[in-house]
Structure formats: structure tokens, C-alpha cells
């Protein structure tokens, strides 16, 4: 059986995932169009990856665009699937000499081929990188990502890959796009929505939530620290007794 990990062996979170929110409302408070936001949620977002390697958290994975945004306003998406392109256009070469992996999960049947070809060019250009993880959830929706992998996983059942008896949720999670990084201690939301909005349904099942009064395009390295000195002073007793009470 998988080690429960106890309170005192997890101090320091590992793995930060943010729900980057708040561009719209932030741009809106300006009167300026919600692109606007977004790109100011890009500096916002390039602050969250210094802080991330300042304060020593190897895994940071954001919510960029989710399976539910194409609902959005054409021009809406077009200006974040622009922001998404000049992200990895200006940013890749810097991230990949400092050491950072870029992964995207997400679905990737449905996507343009020039997107596609983009987001296999920054995992491949990253890939040997180690210094810290950063994951950008793109075309991602959390219920989706659990189908997938339940359909790829009844596939290799079927296909005699697999044994029945042999799948549990450690061989499950080698299904999801996640596979390689360790659940999130910490999900961040920031503009004081309280929901998961379909983000890292089946990670999340023992992180630490903290909802920020920030939107996104004001979030900074003070507010990281603020949501993880938040994650510290919570007791984590993964269904366990956990803490004061266990002595
Ligand atoms: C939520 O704000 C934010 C998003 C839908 C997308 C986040 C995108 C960025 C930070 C831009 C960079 C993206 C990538 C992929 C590099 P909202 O528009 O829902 O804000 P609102 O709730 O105030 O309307």
C-alpha cells in the first residue's frame, strides 16, 4: 500500500496548482476590454513561475483555458489562444535555459494542428529539464480527463493488457495526463470564486484549498506566500486522526 504521507513529513507543498481567476473582472475595474485582463494575466502568471523557483516549490501547474471556455466569446478565445502563443513565443527559451519543464494536459484530439505542434515543440524543447515543473492545464476539464483515461484503461483491459483485479487507484492514476507529477498540496483560486471549476478532480482529493482576494492579474510572489504559509499552519491527516489528537 501506497505511504500515507504524515503532517509533520509535509511542510513544504511540492506541488502548487492555481485557478487562475479574475482576469475579466480586473480589466473591467479599469474599463478596459478582457483581453486586456488576460494579458496582464500572462505577467501574472510569469510572476507565479519566479516565485515558484524562489520559494523552492518544484511543481506549478495553472489552469490556462478550460474544455468549458470555448463557449466564450470567439474574440475571447482567439485573444487567449494568441496569449498562449506569444506565452511560449517569448517565454520558452528563457524557460527552457532556466531549467524549467513545460508539460500541457489537457484533450489534444480537437486541437489545431499549429496549437499542437506548438505544445509538443515546448515539451520537447523542456523535456530534460528539472528544475521545476511547470504544467499548463490547456483545453483541460477535469471530468474529461477521468473519461479518457477510464476509456484507455477499459481499452487495455479489453485488449488483455490489463487485469481487472489488478486495477486500483495508484494503476488509475497512471491512466491521467498527471501521470508523471504528484498530486497538488496546495489549489490556489484567486478572486474569491470558492469552486473547483472541473480543474484536477481526481488530484485534488486530499489538497489544501485556499481561496485568494486576488484577482489574477494582481497575483504576486507576497500572495504565494500568503497561500502557502496558509497550506503550513493546516493540519493534513489524509482521513487519518492526524496531528495533536493522534498523541
Ligand atoms: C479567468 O479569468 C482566466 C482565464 C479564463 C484564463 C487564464 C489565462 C491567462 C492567465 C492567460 C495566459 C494563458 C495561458 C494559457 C498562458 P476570467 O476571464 O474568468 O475572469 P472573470 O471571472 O473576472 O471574468
Not at 30 to 51: D, Q, T
Not at 101 to 117: C, Q, T
Not at 173 to 200: H, K, Q, W
Request: glycine share 8%; no cysteine.
Amino acid at each position: 500500500m501506497a505511504a500515507v504521507p504524515t503532517p509533520e513529513a509535509a511542510p513544504r507543498p511540492r506541488h502548487v496548482a492555481i485557478i487562475m481567476d479574475g482576469n475579466g473582472r480586473w480589466a473591467r475595474a479599469r474599463s478596459r476590454p478582457r483581453s486586456f485582463g488576460h494579458r496582464e494575466g500572462v505577467e501574472a502568471l510569469r510572476r507565479a513561475v519566479e516565485a515558484a523557483g524562489e520559494l523552492g516549490v518544484p511543481y506549478l501547474t495553472v489552469f490556462g483555458f478550460s474544455t468549458e471556455n470555448w463557449r466564450r466569446p470567439p474574440d475571447e478565445v482567439n485573444a487567449l489562444l494568441e496569449l498562449l502563443r506569444l506565452y511560449v513565443d517569448r517565454d520558452l527559451e528563457r524557460l527552457a535555459s532556466e531549467g524549467v519543464r513545460v508539460r500541457v494536459i489537457g484533450a489534444r484530439d480537437n486541437l489545431n494542428p499549429d496549437i499542437l505542434e506548438m505544445i509538443e515543440r515546448a515539451e520537447r524543447r523542456t523535456a530534460q529539464n528539472t528544475a521545476l515543473n511547470l504544467t499548463i492545464a490547456f483545453n483541460y476539464g477535469g471530468q474529461q480527463e477521468i473519461t479518457r483515461a477510464a476509456k484507455k484503461l477499459a481499452g487495455d483491459v479489453a485488449g488483455g493488457r490489463l487485469k481487472l483485479e489488478d486495477v486500483s487507484p495508484d494503476v488509475f492514476a497512471g491512466y491521467l495526463d498527471t501521470r508523471d507529477l504528484p498530486a497538488p498540496d496546495i489549489v490556489i483560486r484567486t478572486s474569491g470564486e470558492l469552486r473547483l471549476s472541473n480543474f484536477l478532480l481526481w488530484q485534488a482529493a486530499y489538497s489544501e484549498l485556499v481561496f485568494l482576494d486576488v484577482l489574477w492579474p494582481d497575483f504576486d510572489r507576497a500572495a504565494m506566500e500568503r497561500a502557502i504559509a496558509e497550506f503550513t499552519r493546516r493540519d493534513r491527516r489524509y482521513g487519518g486522526i492526524g496531528g495533536e489528537a493522534s498523541s
